[in-house]
């Protein structure tokens, strides 16, 4: 995957290349932007917001998963933004894509909170008009972050226990040297949050899902995709249909949210 910037008012901008994976025209290619912001350990993060829906009340903060980086996803966030009627930014992380520094588990604690101080200190954004959506290894981070910060809502799509879960499924406790204990921190998640997983997942088994679901306090009806695997979730027509329901009916007002 090839694509073009070019720089433009201190940020950078896709231009369109006989080799991007863009289905859509030019004029809606000039609504994503392209930036940097600099993460508390140093690195620089490759960033892109998506401007889908302008005057949208909401912007999701997408936490891509392992196998991908910006120049594969934007043409998934354009379509998805204007589907559930959101703007959508997401970024790099640590030596992902046009990121710099090495891949981390602090790396990527460091990364997501990067990328939510640019939407409060760039596009002037409040806690209450943000959406954390993570899918696979982005759900550590988002889970990470949610624990920490209030946020208007999450989204956890085939989200996973911890890592020794992944590896070793018979893992029945969380351990001290255990990366990615989402498990644990889910806890202390206060945000109305939808859990979103494939029955058929190979990668991370559907049990990681239902754990998580049990263990969110916040928890709204989750969404089993009965036959799903781990790639093709969001190719169920249900997947749309449950998002909306979820951004248009289930996220309240009544959450005490406030920017950090």
Excluded at 74 to 88: D, Q
Excluded at 228 to 257: C, K, W
């Amino acid at each position: 995957m090839v694509f073009i910037i070019y720089f433009c008012h201190y940020r950078y901008k896709f231009l369109l290349s006989d080799r991007l994976d863009w289905p859509y025209g030019k004029c809606e290619l000039e609504q994503v932007e392209f930036s940097y912001t600099r993460s508390s350990r140093g690195n620089k993060i490759a960033c892109a917001y998506i401007r889908c829906c302008p005057g949208a009340r909401y912007t999701i903060l997408f936490s891509h998963g392992n196998a991908v980086d910006l120049g594969h996803m934007i043409s998934f966030y354009y379509g998805l933004g204007v589907r559930i009627g959101c703007n959508v930014f997401s970024y790099d992380y640590s030596g992902y894509g046009c990121s710099s520094g090495k891949p981390s588990e602090k790396n990527l604690y460091a990364d997501i909170m990067a990328a939510l101080n640019a939407l409060h200190n760039h596009y002037h954004l409040d806690n209450d008009a943000i959406i954390l959506y993570g899918q696979s290894i982005g759900t550590a981070p988002t889970v990470d972050l949610a624990s920490k910060v209030p946020v208007a809502a999450v989204v956890l799509h085939s989200a996973l226990m911890s890592g020794l879960r992944v590896a070793f499924p018979e893992t029945r406790r969380t351990w001290c040297f255990d990366a990615f204990p989402s498990i644990e921190k889910i806890k202390k998640v206060r945000a109305p949050t939808l859990v979103i997983h494939g029955t058929d997942d190979e990668v991370i088994d559907f049990h990681h899902g239902l754990q998580i679901y049990e263990k969110c306090p916040k928890a709204v009806e989750p969404l089993w995709v009965h036959g799903a695997g781990h790639n093709d979730v969001e190719m169920n027509p249900v997947y749309l249909d449950r998002l909306r329901q979820f951004i248009e009916h289930e996220i309240t007002s009544s959450s005490s949210v406030s920017s950090s």
